[in-house]
């Protein structure tokens, strides 16, 4: 594969804005929860539901795009799914009800499902020597977008900016972002092998579903702070929803940081040991969620469980497609099967617990979900060193 080095680093540039604008676009909602809620009479369970609306469509979509990718081609399909997110957003201003809002979510988790599905891989296209350092820089976005978002979104807020302005606004911003993406003519990337008896493959091995339920379980930890955090902080402390932001934006930051220097700590200690470590460490760092009670100390405490699951999500991915030797395409496509959905699960079942027991206690689902998600990788490390021996 013979690509422009500019146009190439044209289209790196505009994955990366692509995964921060939709990771903003993502806790847009979450942000602006509060307020919404109270315009429409929300209830906790209700305002978690909105998510997992959003991943019913989401999970179709990802499981069409290895299929669509190699018909249309990835960028072509990536500037659909900016367009499609846009539109999403900008009809959600219009909603008059929570079963308005829910059904305009599939529109939203269609246009965010495309770019979930497609970024990682055409990253992995781009640069396919790459030691990790590419893939990990993309990855921060995600927190980086998340940073930025919640701070200005929170500001605004709380300065009575409508949250319909704000929806406004990021649609535009990802209007023009689809337009920074060169003609894929222009770009030859490698076709993906859709073939449905290589996904049956996929399908057919036992460490692809460890892998994918342990990825599942990460987003699901990753949700409970990224989503509700900023929701718990206003209604435990009475606070502003600058407070909140505040909240969230500590959680990005512990994120980003753990991104950015995940691809270093990888090259020295390997993979699977970067993962291990991170997951015993956000087992016991998120059961101390319990014991804080004041909003400093919440803070300190968001920054750090951010670096324990910021690895998560990208490492498993690189790990599988290391490990498992099949397409990466359809291969990380296919874990993002399991990933999105557990991130939309686990913050409808933490709106369930929190109406039913209290918000505090709704945030349990982290630690159980990092718990088993560390039980699976041990499991998956066995099977790997079992295959060794066996070769």
């Not at 978002?149 to 649609?171: D, H, I, P, Q």
Request: charged fraction near 10%; glycine fraction near 8%; charge should be positive.
């Amino acid at each position: 594969m013979n690509i422009n080095t500019r146009l190439r680093d044209r289209t790196y540039r505009a994955s990366c804005a692509s995964l921060g604008f939709l990771s903003a676009s993502s806790i847009a909602i979450p942000i602006c929860l509060v307020a919404i809620s109270k315009e429409f009479g929300f209830s906790l369970t209700q305002g978690g539901a909105l998510g997992l609306m959003s991943s019913v469509m989401q999970f179709i979509l990802l499981i069409a795009s290895s299929v669509l990718a190699a018909r249309f081609g990835k960028i072509r399909l990536l500037r659909v799914g900016l367009f499609t997110l846009a539109v999403g957003l900008f009809l959600f201003i219009l909603s008059k009800s929570w079963i308005h809002a829910a059904l305009l979510m599939l529109i939203i988790g269609a246009g965010s499902a495309l770019l979930d599905g497609l970024l990682t891989p055409i990253v992995e296209d781009l640069f396919p020597n790459d030691d990790g350092t590419k893939m990990n820089l993309l990855h921060a976005f995600w927190p980086m977008g998340t940073f930025v978002c919640v701070l200005s979104f929170g500001e605004l807020l709380t300065s009575g900016v409508s949250w319909r302005f704000l929806f406004v606004s990021l649609a535009i911003i990802l209007t023009i972002v689809m337009f920074w993406y060169p003609s894929s003519r222009k770009i030859p990337l490698p076709q993906s092998r859709a073939d449905f008896s290589h996904m049956g493959e996929i399908l057919r091995l036992p460490r692809f579903w460890i892998l994918g339920s342990a990825l599942g379980l990460a987003g699901g930890a990753e949700a409970a702070f990224a989503f509700w955090s900023a929701s718990y902080i206003q209604i435990s402390f009475n606070a502003l929803p600058r407070a909140g932001a505040f909240g969230v934006a500590a959680f990005a930051v512990g994120m980003a940081v753990g991104r950015l220097y995940s691809s270093k700590i990888a090259g020295k200690i390997g993979l699977r040991r970067l993962m291990l470590i991170s997951l015993v460490a956000g087992v016991l760092v998120s059961s101390s969620f319990f014991l804080i009670q004041n909003l400093l100390s919440l803070y300190l405490f968001l920054v750090v469980i951010g670096l324990c699951v910021a690895s998560l999500w990208p490492s498993i991915q690189s790990y599988a497609a290391a490990q498992l030797r099949v397409d990466a395409t359809v291969l990380m496509i296919f874990l993002s099967c399991f990933g999105l959905p557990g991130f939309s699960a686990a913050t409808f079942i933490m709106g369930v617990i929190g109406d039913a027991r209290g918000l505090r206690t709704s945030f349990i689902v982290a630690p159980i979900n990092l718990t088993i998600a560390l039980v699976l990788l041990l499991v998956d490390s066995r099977l790997a060193r079992r295959k060794q021996k066996t070769i």
